[in-house]
């Protein structure tokens, strides 16, 4: 097991128009990384007025409870990014995590920090039900990261993604409140 102290000091914070310079700077640092593990953004993302309306769009999100994105932080340095999207209260009460962690940081534990965090932020702080993201079948990383925070697989999508010049099954995760969520109001 890994020394809890060895691990790289960290901090989560909501995404804001500070943060425009900064999360360009790590989106292009990292674009060639990220594009060889994830659908690419479209090239105009990558522009200072672009990520400013990417920014402005979470904010705004976060505002109305349908998401909330947070960037991960290093000594003020961005080292990657986790989000929970896709908030539905009515009837489901459940949301979407997501993360990427950049190049540099990756294999630190940062990830299974961030969804341990992301499922905290769900269940304790916003009182969601359900929480479940979705991974390529083939990014045992990221499975590992989603077990070690006890998600389990509910499904299966096979040949689902046109990544690379293949297409790759995208496995299904869950995990679910082990309190008991008042719908009431919701």
Known sequence: MKD???LMPI????????DIDALLEFELKNRVFFERLI?????NFYSAANIRRHVEEAIQQRALGIAHQ????????????????GIHRALY?????GYRIGEHAS?????????NFLTEEAFERLGLWRIEAQVRADHLASVRVLEKNQFTVYGQSRQSLYLHGTWTDLLY???????QVNMIGV
């Open 4 to 6: 809890v102290t060895a």
């Open 11 to 18: 901090e989560f914070c909501a995404v804001r128009l500070d």
């Open 39 to 43: 659908p690419a953004r479209p090239a």
């Open 70 to 85: 947070f960037l991960i932080k290093s000594s003020q340095t961005i080292v990657g990014r986790a989000n929970l999207t």
């Open 93 to 97: 009460n459940k949301g979407t995590i």
């Open 107 to 115: 294999g630190q534990g940062i990830a299974t920090r961030a969804v």
């Open 173 to 179: 995760f869950e995990r679910r409140n082990n309190k």
